[in-house]
Antibody, heavy 118, light 113 residues
Framework: EVLLVESGGGLVQPGGSLRLSCAAS????????MYWVRQAPGKGLEWIAY????????FYADSVRGRFTISKDNAKNSQYLQMNSLTDEDTAVYYC???????????WGQGTLVTVSS | DIVMTQSPDSLAVSLGERATINCKSS????????????LAWYQQKPGQPPKLLIY???TRESGVPDRFSGSGSGTDFTLTISSLQAEDVAVYYC?????????FGQGTKLEIK
């Protein structure tokens, strides 16, 4: 069974940094493309980043490019999202997800809440 | 970037009736070399992560009731629930995975009339 468990969310001040983790089980992360999707309170889904399984190439939404960095540790079967220069617009539940046999998102974690506030 | 626009933003349907949600992409998501539409539909209930319903625009995910169906091609897509059940109350999202920068529609909130 595929399981994704996010951690690392919490309260951070504007301009601060936070690192989210996603522990994966039930599949081999090294060959899988991994995603981060976020959802601001009462708002819709926003895809923000992914790291491709085949070559570890990374892709970012315009809203986070240059501030966020996605990475993974195959040995730990985990992926990460380093978030810098946070603003209140980054307040959201952050979901870890992975795909089926292509880039649709078959498996999702329960999410971790990030609150940016002074 | 491909912009996904759903309509309507909210919808109220009676139990047992048909519900139809539309999704339009700002450019085609049909890949001509394999004739596949890179379009998925998700259902999200309050307090839960999204759940994959449909991929390749019309392929139902395993375990999804057959009252859910997807159709369309190119830039115009539809999610249909043939006979609305109480447990179908949720927000529904379309997503394109055609371009390297994926994008979701804004969501459609489905309620019982």
């Amino acid at each position: 069974e595929v399981l994704l468990v996010e951690s690392g969310g919490g309260l951070v001040q504007p301009g601060g940094s936070l690192r989210l983790s996603c522990a994966a089980s039930g599949f081999t992360l090294s060959s899988s493309t991994m995603y981060w999707v976020r959802q601001a309170p009462g708002k819709g889904l926003e895809w923000i980043a992914y790291i491709r399984g085949s070559d570890s190439r990374t892709f970012y939404a315009d809203s986070v490019r240059g501030r966020f960095t996605i990475s993974k540790d195959n040995a730990k079967n985990s992926q990460y999202l380093q978030m810098n220069s946070l603003t209140d617009e980054d307040t959201a539940v952050y979901y870890c997800a992975t795909e089926g046999d292509w880039s649709y998102l078959r498996y999702w974690g329960q999410g971790t809440l990030v609150t940016v506030s002074s | 970037d491909i912009v996904m626009t759903q309509s309507p933003d909210s919808l109220a349907v009676s139990l047992g009736e048909r519900a139809t949600i539309n999704c339009k992409s700002s450019q085609t998501v049909l890949y001509s070399s394999n004739n596949k539409n890179f379009l998925a539909w998700y259902q999200q209930k309050p307090g839960q992560p999204p759940k994959l319903l449909i991929y390749w625009a019309s392929t139902r995910e395993s375990g999804v009731p057959d009252r859910f169906s997807g159709s369309g091609s190119g830039t115009d897509f539809t999610l249909t629930i043939s006979s609305l059940q109480a447990e179908d109350v949720a927000v529904y999202y379309c997503q394109q995975y055609y371009s390297t920068l994926h994008s979701f529609g804004q969501g459609t909130k489905l309620e019982i009339k």
